[in-house]
């Protein structure tokens, strides 16, 4: 008998899909958007609170510490009362702080807020990449997932221009900045009342006759008829299924890779067992560089234009056209992941953008700050694009949202380091020191993602 999960892997991408991706997305521009808002702030902040680099810092740090936080417990949420309940709240956190944030009186409020701005956003993400990778139909699972993340590209390019046009106005400039960030409060309600829950998670809880409603409501958008007997509980493993790719995928790339993915799980298994662990490791290792560089370089960008001689104004409006080759990078990495699989593409794109760190560090011009950032740009986020879409294949349904969650706890562990990382790394060389040791550090990602599992064309363990 066909389960619940085998008929939306079948179906195509129907209007129902775009409905969820859209609205995924929404919330995750939104996330981004004021993830980028703090790298505009901050350079305004130096200007006019004379805030010392240490301070600075602190500010950029101070949100990355609430984001590991928030990201293990919504991921632990997540897979305990569902994946949309989560989403939902986050965004009422993180936008409700941000608004708060606006009124600060001085860095000490500001960085508490900004702690539980971080709470929100940590939690959001992994829990959102859970929720559309559940939905997506398996053939282009990872691509849809690559186009969900590149909503995080319209989020950060919307707070270059918030950066560009709002921030530079005048002294509280930064604060009417702050004061858009409000948004996502409101855009809680939309995920909450017009997304669905996870169709696993909710077999995976018992209520079978919501998932089996849901699963209806997508054939028929699809034009599918149900069949006349019904799944009445879920599968009992999805070992067989996960193992075995659709005819247009690819199967694993190593005898020992091939073990590691054909063995069912058991139910409640950790994420360190036996099966899972060299791919926990990895995972983590790879969040660990990506996050590194990418907040390292991306937080302080319009602070070290400032610092090389720029104002305010120019400063980000190169930050803006850097910005802008994100699209093209998610849009190349969305083509790709189905087409060289995941973990190459992945690798490719960690590579490429060890390259472009390297070439920006030596850049000293306007002409070649541009290209090197843009390239940066490309590189960087058409690997976060291919990290997301591999992170929730890589797990059962009842630690998909705790395992993703995890690695990106983990990463987060280097986001709060690199912001703080970076005037030191000023003090003893300049940013040829500060972006050779960006560039290193994609590399051990780039080396990890080639140890991961390839998941092209498999279908989500459901234990």
Known sequence: MTTRTERLDGLPFTRKHRKLLLGSGVGWALDAMDVGLISFVMAALAVHWSLSPTELSWVGSIGFVGM??????????????????????????????????????GIAMLIVLRFIVGLGLGAELPVASTLVSEFAPRRIRGRVVVILEGFWAVGWILAALIGYFVVPVGDDGWRWALAIG????????????????????????????????????????????????????????????????????????????????????????????????????????????????????FIWLPSLLVSQGFDLVKSFGYTLIITLAQLPGYAVAAWLIEIWGRRVTLAVFLTG????????????????????????????????????????????????????????????????????????????????????????????????????????GYALEDT
């Open 353 to 456: 953008s060890a390259v472009a760190a390297g070439l920006f560090g030596l850049a000293d011009s306007p002409a070649t700050i541009i290209a090197a950032g843009m390239a940066l740009s490309f590189f960087n986020l058409g690997a976060w694009g291919a990290l997301y879409a591999i992170g929730p294949e890589l797990y059962p349904t009842a630690t998909r949202g705790s395992g993703t969650g995890a690695a990106a706890a983990f990463g987060r562990i280097a986001s709060i380091i690199a912001p703080l990382l970076v005037p030191l790394l000023l003090d003893l060389g300049d940013t040829v020191m500060v972006f050779g040791v960006f560039a290193a550090a994609f590399v051990v990602a780039a080396l990890a993602a080639f140890t991961l599992p390839e998941r092209k």
């Open 182 to 297: 409000v948004i996502p409060a409101a855009y809680a309600l939309v995920v909450r009342f017009g997304l669905p829950e996870s169709v696993r998670y909710l077999e995976s809880t018992g209520r079978v006759d919501e998932a089996e409603r849901i699963v209806r409501d997508y054939e028929a958008s699809a034009g599918v008829e149900p069949p006349a007997a019904p799944s009445t509980a879920a599968p009992a493993h999805a070992g067989a299924d996960a193992a075995a790719p659709v005819a247009d995928g690819v199967g694993p790339a190593s005898p020992a890779e091939t073990a590691e993915t054909a063995e069912p799980g058991e139910p409640g298994e950790s994420i360190w067992s036996a099966r899972l662990r060299r791919r926990t490791a990895a995972l983590w290792i790879v969040w660990f560089g990506i996050n590194f560089s990418y907040y390292g370089a």
């Open 68 to 105: 590991a936080i928030g990201a293990a417990l919504g991921g632990l949420l997540a897979d305990k009362i569902g994946r949309r309940q989560v989403f939902a709240a986050t965004l009422l956190v993180y936008g409700l702080a941000t608004g708060a944030a606006a009124l600060s009186t």
